[in-house]
């Protein structure tokens, strides 16, 4: 009985053990929930101590009739097919000719609704002009630019004309837009560093941790049809899979110069569009700029160009604020690669179905 009555004592002095351990581990936890929560609300603050700084200086009018102008824009294009039958124009020359058009109104027009709400905005310097001119101008003739690359590989054996096509395209567009905008850079006698390249006092951890909160939403929209039939971006060169014994360094290489289309894309509208404009409007750049952003996502799915005019201005006022491009790169082609990665898994769990 005695001995009974010990054994029992022990059990429960075992499930006492246990439930302090279950309580230890809940507190343990709940400690990591806190501390990550508290880790990235302090770092994270800062991006959103940009945005909410921008919202509270714009005139809330210009942002009211900018945004209505862009959802205007964007119900015309998808309604009337504008960006599909631009693309379509065999002539290279008409191509750019008609984009120019497109980018080059929207632009404007972004600039003429703050103009004439807050006619104090309105810059006295010709080169303003200038630069209003030629950057619609730049980023039709980066567009297009594939016809280069097109001609580079024209006498290539098949596959490697179409595989190069592919992969030179987007450093050769990296290329004509760094050197035109260099160029209108110096021009201006515009500050160093050209375009907010510049890693100086830069802090990287918001930005990874803004990654860090996508994953869940992209880890989400690998689960769905849609998105499995644009990505991953590398499937379409999945010809090569044939022609070589080790189809990976080649699939890499792809994928490296696919990220380089994203460095274009924050030099240029980030690094040289905010913090050139800026020098003449300050602040007033921003919206604009997302307003010209959101025209070259006209060819794309329709949540996605209404989701780069936000986007536009969430890393505007990031880069305005820091003077550098990184942080918008990191996020931008951090998702892309991230997206690209998850084509791929979502890819390989649908085939285990």
Known sequence: MDLEIWNLGFIIWILELEIWDLLLGAWNLAFIFWFLEFVFWN?????IGYLRNYLQSINRTIFLLTTLFVAIAIFFNYKLGINTAIVSIDSWPFRIAALFVLFGFVFSLAWLLQFLVA???????????VLLLAAPAIFAIKITFDEVASFITLHFPDPWNRYWY???????????????????????????????????????????????????????????????????????????????????????????????????????????????????????AILPVAAFYCSIHFGKPLFECITSYFGGI???????????IWGGLIVHLGIAWLMELAGYLGHVYKNLQ
Not at 120 to 127: A, Q, V
Not at 314 to 324: D, E, K, P, Q
Request: hydrophobic fraction near 50%.
């Open 43 to 47: 770092f994270m603050k800062e991006i």
């Open 314 to 324: 969430i890393l505007g006022a990031v880069v305005y604020n820091t003077r550098s």
């Open 166 to 284: 592919r992969v030179i395209d987007w450093p050769l567009k990296l290329l004509v837009t760094g050197l035109l905008v260099i160029a209108l850079w110096k021009w201006g006698r515009f500050e160093k560093p050209i375009a907010g390249v510049q890693a100086k006092g830069f802090n990287v951890r918001p930005y990874l941790l803004l990654l860090l909160g996508m994953l869940p939403l992209i880890a989400f929209a690998a689960t769905q049809n849609d998105f499995l039939r644009t990505y991953p971006k590398v499937q379409r060169i999945a010809f090569i899979d044939q022609y070589v014994q080790h189809s990976f360094s080649w699939k890499l290489l792809y994928e490296l110069s696919y990220g380089i289309d994203f460095v274009t894309i924050e030099f240029f509208f980030r690094g040289f569009l905010v913090l050139a404009f800026a020098r003449f409007a300050g602040k007033h």
């Open 119 to 129: 006619s104090e905005t309105i810059p006295d310097n010709r080169f303003f002009f």
